[in-house]
């Protein structure tokens, strides 16, 4: 960290440190990640790309992965900084297993340490450039809570990061329950990725799920999602235009 | 500022890694830029890290070149302290330390290939800003904007020697022939269980691309050549 002092007669100071520290911005960057509660436990769904600018530069980037037994976190932004963050958790879980003492930490443990973390680099302006989605199952308990890279932190019954929060959200407040069952909870998800897929640029076809519940964590195999285009309007575009000879009859 | 955050810094240079069944093949061209000026036409952007490791540079060539000097050091340690050859992974991750570390002032892309006994031919990607991307290919430079779409229609798994050298001389050569940041001569380094064999293309072993013309020494060669046929009736 370097501070500037300016003197009375303009000489400027600089701390003996490095130079400035502060992630200006993204190279590598994931898009929206989606997650819900439902009736055994919590489904998170991300697509597996990472651009790099408007190109669509990696498509294979996993950005779920499980931490512990219990938990599962998602990431949306600079993957450079996903990547470190995953080496804090190592390190975390490493040194909760030394204590060898039965207990493991859950997902509201790890979501406390990575808003502690996000909230502490906010301060001295050098950001990890990531939005975090949190979910798990322990002892019964569902937990799904989210981090953003200004620190703000908060729980809920269904959260999204990025495009998500402007395409999926309207679609789970609508459509969310307390009762899901795996299949409509997935197909809730896969509503929220369709459209994303349909309106977000930087999305691409090929997405995961992850199941979290009591017995533990899993991570689907990637797969890719059916689209459509067959609307009239779309086959057809020009027909009942203004100033075309052609009429929607 | 500008923060144009859908415009990444474009960087001179084409390089490729490519693994086929046995290895690994990188390849790049041989310009180094100054602005316009053409500093270098006959660079070397392959570097060593050790005997079965090397990375393709591009971006700076100050800071990539600093960034394989001091993994080279590293990894000359640690293969003492270590008895036999340091991996592709350990070299990827060292690459990556300093990538990350230093993000605020580095402009460099870096792939990495090699081959240990663990995990055979490995490529790992590491663009600005310090991710790590294992990939079974990779591109990356300013001249890689023109192979996206021809990898991924020509790229395919399990390939011969043979064939992934001519996929990484072909894919250069279409680089260079669109990006001014590239040009000079397609250099490839082949690493197996084997060991090293580094070969050379220079411009005029390269096969002819759309608009462009045989290499003449002279117009009065063509001049002296047999004249137009008369037009037939």
């Known amino acids: 960290m370097t501070f500037t002092i300016q003197i009375e007669n303009g000489t400027e100071v600089r701390n003996a440190e490095a130079d400035s520290q502060r992630t200006l911005y993204p190279y590598v960057t994931g898009t929206s990640v989606v997650a819900i509660k439902y009736k055994d436990g919590i489904l998170m769904a991300s697509d597996m790309g990472g651009s790099y600018g408007s190109t669509l530069r990696y498509k294979n980037v996993e950005r779920m992965k499980a931490i512990g037994k219990h938990s599962l976190l998602g990431a949306s932004g600079e993957i450079s900084d996903f990547q470190e963050i995953l080496r804090y958790l190592d390190e975390l879980t490493l040194n909760d297993n030394m204590w060898d ?12 340490y990575l808003t502690r973390v996000m909230y502490n680099r906010r301060n001295k302006f050098n950001p990890l450039w990531n939005t975090l989605v949190l979910g798990g199952v322990k002892n019964g308990e569902k937990y799904l809570g989210m981090v953003s890279m200004i620190g703000v932190s908060f729980e809920d019954n269904h959260v999204a990061t990025g495009f998500g929060n402007h395409l999926a959200r309207p679609i ?34 090929k997405l995961q799920i992850a199941k979290m519940t009591e017995e533990g964590v899993t991570v689907s195999e990637p797969y890719s999602l059916k689209t459509f285009w067959e609307f009239k309007a779309f086959t057809n575009p020009t027909v009942g235009a203004e100033g075309s000879w052609l009429y929607d009859n | 500022m500008d923060l144009n955050l859908d415009a990444p810094h474009s960087m001179g240079t084409t390089i490729i890694g490519v693994t086929y069944n046995g290895g690994v093949v990188l390849g790049a061209d041989s310009r180094t830029s100054t602005g316009m000026y053409v500093a270098n036409r006959a660079s070397d952007k392959i570097t060593q890290l050790t005997d079965n490791v090397y990375v393709c540079r591009s971006g700076s060539a100050a800071d990539s070149q600093v960034v394989s000097d001091y993994v080279r050091y590293f990894l000359h340690q640690h293969t003492i302290q270590q008895g036999q050859p340091a991996t592709v992974k350990v070299s990827a991750n060292l690459i990556r330390m300093l990538a990350y570390n230093n993000k605020n002032m580095l402009q460099t892309g870096l792939i990495v290939g090699g081959w240990d006994k663990y995990e055979g031919g490995k490529i790992y990607g590491i663009p600005l800003g310090g991710t790590v991307v294992e990939q079974p290919f ?17 790229w395919k798994e399990d390939m011969t020697k043979e064939e992934a050298e001519q996929l990484v001389v072909k894919a250069v050569s279409l680089a260079i022939a669109r990006d001014g940041a590239s040009g000079g001569v397609v250099r490839t380094v082949i690493i197996n269980s084997e060991g090293v064999t580094r070969n050379f293309y220079p411009g005029d072993k390269l096969q002819l691309w759309h608009e462009e013309l045989e290499p003449q020494n002279s117009l009065l060669d063509i001049l002296n050549a047999a004249g137009p046929e008369p037009m037939a009736m």
Not at chain 1, 183 to 205: P, Q
Not at chain 2, 138 to 154: E, K, R
């Open chain 2, 138 to 154: 990779a591109i990356g430079g300013s001249g890689s904007s023109y192979l996206y779409g021809f990898f991924d229609q020509a």
């Open chain 1, 172 to 205: 789970l407040r609508d459509e969310w329950r307390e009762d899901l069952s795996f299949e409509e909870g997935v197909k809730l998800l896969e509503k929220c990725m369709r459209v994303l897929l349909y309106r977000d640029r930087s999305a691409i076809n």
């Open chain 1, 101 to 112: 003492d039965g207990n493991s930490l859950g997902p509201k443990e790890v979501h406390n």
